[in-house]
Nanobody, 125 residues
Framework: QAELVESGGGLVQAGGSLRLSCAASGRTFSRRAMGWFRQAPGKEREFVAV????????YYADSVKDRFTIARDNAKNTLYLQMNSLKPEDTAVYYC??????????????????WGQGTQVTVSS
């Protein structure tokens, strides 16, 4: 059974950094586009960053551009999100997801069919 498991969340002060990991098991996701999404309390889940299967194409939400970096290690079947200069508005549950497609990494939640359980990120001011 395929599974995505996020880790690395926690409590950090504004300006700090965290690195999220998403480990895939049960099947390989190396030929799938993958992404990170987040959901803050009372808000809808939103796109954060996505990456093609090769890592050659990456897209970021404007709110995290130049602060967050998405990366993947296909040999380890793991997706990463390096988050720097964190702000209180980055507080949310962060989810990783895998798409059925390899190339163009969609920014739309509906285009992802595997989801992790989420990891909480809390940024204090």
């Amino acid at each position: 059974q395929a599974e995505l498991v996020e880790s690395g969340g926690g409590l950090v002060q504004a300006g700090g950094s965290l690195r999220l990991s998403c480990a895939a098991s049960g099947r390989t996701f190396s030929r799938r586009a993958m992404g990170w999404f987040r959901q803050a309390p009372g808000k809808e889940r939103e796109f954060v960053a996505v990456i093609s299967w090769s890592g050659g194409t990456r897209y970021y939400a404007d709110s995290v551009k130049d602060r967050f970096t998405i990366a993947r290690d296909n040999a380890k079947n793991t997706l990463y999100l390096q988050m720097n200069s964190l702000k209180p508005e980055d507080t949310a549950v962060y989810y990783c997801a895998a798409s059925p497609y390899a190339g163009y990494p969609s920014k739309e939640l509906k285009d992802y069919d595997y989801w992790g359980q989420g990891t909480q990120v809390t940024v204090s001011s």
